[in-house]
């Protein structure tokens, strides 16, 4: 794993595959899709923070390979939680 940066690039890169007819192309929609395809084209993997729009297997099938790894983030507990457990 070679890359890793924040999901904007992919979700950018995901929501104009998925949704052609949506008005998301933009001056930073285009910045940020040029960013994901220069990763794309020159890592063999992608690493990026799990979160809630898309996971790894998602991607995978979309853009037809096995080049996305989801890596987990640690969710901190809150005093409230704590207390309970």
């Known amino acids: 794993m070679r890359c890793s940066w924040t999901a904007t690039c992919i979700e950018t890169a995901r929501r104009l595959i998925e949704?052609?007819?949506e008005g998301v192309l933009?001056?930073?929609a285009l910045l940020d899709?040029?960013?994901f395809v220069t990763a794309y084209c020159l890592?063999?993997?992608l690493a990026f923070l799990h979160n809630d729009l898309f996971g790894a297997?998602?991607?995978d099938q979309l853009f037809g390979s096995d080049a996305f790894v989801e890596?987990?983030?640690h969710r901190p507990v809150d005093s409230e939680t704590r207390s309970r457990g």
Request: net charge positive; aromatic share 0%; charged share 30%.
């Open 43 to 45: 890592h063999d993997r």
């Open 19 to 21: 949704n052609r007819k």
């Open 33 to 35: 899709l040029s960013t």
């Open 26 to 28: 933009s001056p930073l």
């Open 57 to 59: 297997p998602e991607l």
């Open 71 to 73: 890596l987990p983030v």
